[in-house]
């Protein structure tokens, strides 16, 4: 037997009307479901939300307990009572809609109506959808008792001492006044004892801040680029930091080798991070910088989402650097420059505050790190390795872990 697959669709009007049909014909909620390729908890759901309460006559039928017989003088607070229950009313189909024994019912009774029914549904897709959290019933009540105290020149303050059952704190009040939630009931700032002088709402908010593009960039991208370019190292980039205020370290990771460097930055910006390439480049040259920058893996972080910065040199607008990003909440994708950060957590952990750290003391740092022997580098330290893969007779003299000149 097949599974019924289900349209995971809201229910529309005309389907409402099949689930009233289907009430009033007395069918079962699971025929009822099938019939309109829903789920049977969501007719049952749909039933018991939007079906309306009818009360039964309680001067003919005060008790309705199943013992009344038994104990007489039936009362609602007697520990035995016990209403009769109906398995068509409170089961399937949930509803009373056309009940056949109807006429004779002594019981509470709900009824089902779909165009009632779709009304309400408008209505709470309305209030959910609503920047407050009150529904459309609840700020009518709550503007029906402000509006009377307050056309009587008390304060909102003094109405929510007096009615403790206003759940919304002073400022929800008045910035539910200012938004003009209870413009329709007749009150807006003029009807405050003393009209607040702020800032209109929709002033409180920023201009939502455009997404960054990463097409060509992503980590799908890299992964293309490795397998046409197997022989292109990767440098993995990354930032430390001890506090949101700075300062921030540039780290960069060169595959193969195992060494670290780090750059000081005051700011966490991407014009400050990308001078550090600016710096290089021109310490370096044009073609040993391109020699151990060919291509650079980072993170989403803000500090590296404009692009064109890291990959064009912006003086001479010359490419020099291929960039590709991680996916987003995934530092295992980068994971070389992730584990080195270890050995310089290991000499300033997180808890330790370095707002005086200079440029010289992070050489110093880089520098026992990268004198440290690795087993993968079968007990060799990184700075042998790197001197080893790039001391080359074009570049006999590199120095590259040397101090820098300043910090950037």
Do not use: W
């Not at 370096?284 to 692009?307: A, M, N, Q």
């Amino acid at each position: 037997m097949s599974k019924q697959i289900h349209d995971n669709k809201h229910l529309t009007l005309d389907e409402r009307k099949i689930i009233q049909t289907g009430i009033e014909n007395r069918s079962n909620k699971i025929d009822i479901a099938r019939t309109i390729g829903k789920d049977s908890t969501t007719i049952a759901k749909e039933i018991k939300k939007h079906r309306i309460f009818k009360p039964r006559n309680q001067f003919l039928y005060p008790s309705i307990c199943i013992h009344r017989q038994e104990c007489g003088g039936c009362k609602k607070h007697c520990s035995r009572y016990e209403e009769i229950k109906c398995n068509k009313r409170d089961r399937s189909p949930g509803a009373c809609n056309k009940c056949p024994k109807i006429s004779n019912c002594h019981l509470d009774k709900y009824f089902y109506y779909a165009s009632s029914a779709n009304e309400e549904y408008k209505t709470d897709l309305v209030d959910f959808r609503e920047g407050i959290n009150m529904t459309t019933l609840e700020v009518k009540e709550l503007a029906n008792t402000l509006k009377p105290l307050l056309d009587q020149g008390q304060s909102l303050y003094q109405i929510k001492s007096s009615h403790k059952e206003i759940k919304q704190c002073i400022k929800t009040l008045y910035n539910y006044i200012e938004m003009g939630v209870f413009k329709n009931y007749g009150i807006d700032n003029f009807s405050l004892k003393e009209q607040v002088n702020r800032k209109q709402f929709k002033n409180k908010y920023k201009k939502r801040k455009e997404p960054v593009n990463y097409i060509n960039h992503k980590y799908k991208d890299y992964l293309i680029f490795k397998e046409e370019n197997p022989n292109v190292p990767t440098t993995e980039m990354d930032t430390v930091l001890n506090s949101q205020s700075g300062p921030f370290i540039q780290t960069f990771y060169f595959e193969g080798s195992g060494l670290m460097i780090g750059f000081l930055h005051k700011n966490k910006t991407s014009e400050s991070m990308s001078k550090t390439l600016d710096f290089l480049e021109d310490k370096l040259g044009h073609d040993l910088y391109r020699e151990l920058f060919p291509l650079i893996l980072t993170d989403r972080g803000v500090e590296f989402e404009k692009v064109d910065l890291f990959e064009f040199n912006q003086l001479t607008g010359e490419f020099r650097t291929h960039i590709f990003y991680c996916d987003a909440y995934q530092s295992s994708q980068k994971p070389h420059v992730e584990n080195t950060h270890n050995y310089i957590r290991d000499i300033i952990p997180n808890e330790i505050d370095i707002s005086n750290i200079t440029q010289e003391d992070l050489n110093l740092m880089f520098s026992h790190i990268n004198s440290t022997p690795r087993k993968s580098l079968k007990d060799k330290t990184p700075y042998e390795v790197f001197v080893f893969m790039f001391s080359t007779p074009d570049y006999p003299n590199l120095e590259f872990c040397s101090k820098n000149e300043q910090a950037l």
